[in-house]
């Protein structure tokens, strides 16, 4: 595997489940993201993780938990989700996070979970 | 705040044509880095270009290029020679900071052959 991947590809939940996002990267990069794309929205950041600290949460509710046990994985652990939640959510990964100034350190993408709260 | 607008929903281009979507953005820091990403119908992001505020020369990455103009803070992705694949959402995105991206809405470019 190379770059980032994300399972399942398409999750679909009731409103009283418990289930989790995977991401994974294969890049050595230290810093981790999830991002929520719903329909005719700009992506929204979620979280991001810089060598296994969460340094951001953009006001995400608590029924969002995140994970990232070591600097290759990110979980995003969900429950009692609201049909608004019905989303793409998108992980990605990059060399470093901090003051970048106007340097590189894109951001890789995975493909993202089609997540659907009935 | 950081803002970037993108203000072209949808866009058509015929094939081998060269097409220009549209990005302008805000923000107060004299630093700061902007990308462009292509969103197939299959949801991967995939980063095409990186201009810098610092940056002298515009951006090129095979048939993409940037027309970076700072005083106008516009940073516009030109696509020369489209091709059927290119057909795709394209997001501009504003970096200031730390590496977190504010991404516009997007445009939806169609190449008809």
């Known amino acids: 595997e190379t770059g980032v991947t994300q399972t399942p590809r398409h999750l679909v939940m009731g409103m009283t489940n418990k289930k989790s996002l995977k991401c994974e990267q294969h890049?050595?990069?230290?810093?981790m993201y999830w991002y929520k794309q719903s329909a005719k929205k700009p992506l929204e950041l979620m979280f991001v993780?810089?060598?296994?600290?969460?340094?951001e949460n953009n006001s995400v509710p608590s029924r969002f938990s995140p994970e990232c046990p070591n600097s290759s994985h990110l979980f995003l652990h969900l429950h009692t989700l609201q049909p608004e939640d019905s989303a793409l959510y998108l992980c990605?990964?990059?060399?470093?996070?901090?003051?970048?100034?106007?340097?590189?350190?894109?951001?890789?993408f995975g493909p993202g979970t089609r997540l659907t709260v009935l | 705040a950081q803002k970037i607008t993108q203000t072209q929903p949808g866009m058509f281009v015929q094939e081998k044509e060269a097409v220009t979507l549209d990005c302008t953005y805000d923000?107060?820091?004299?630093?700061?880095?902007l990308f462009w990403y292509k969103q197939p119908s299959s949801g991967e992001m995939i980063f095409l270009i990186y201009?810098?505020?610092?940056?002298?020369q515009n951006a090129t990455e095979g048939r993409y290029s940037l027309n970076f103009q700072k005083a106008r803070k516009s940073a516009n992705l030109v696509i020369s020679a489209s091709q059927l694949g290119d057909s795709a959402m394209y997001f501009c995105?504003?970096?200031?900071?730390?590496?977190?991206?504010?991404f516009g809405t997007g445009t939806r470019l169609t190449v008809i052959p």
């Open positions: 990605a990964s990059s060399q470093d996070w901090g003051l970048m100034g106007s340097s590189y350190n894109e951001q890789f």
């Open positions: 890049l050595g990069h230290n810093a």
């Open positions: 993780y810089s060598l296994e600290e969460r340094v």
């Open positions: 923000t107060s820091d004299p630093s700061y880095g």
């Open positions: 201009q810098g505020s610092y940056d002298q």
């Open positions: 995105a504003l970096r200031t900071g730390a590496n977190n991206l504010f």
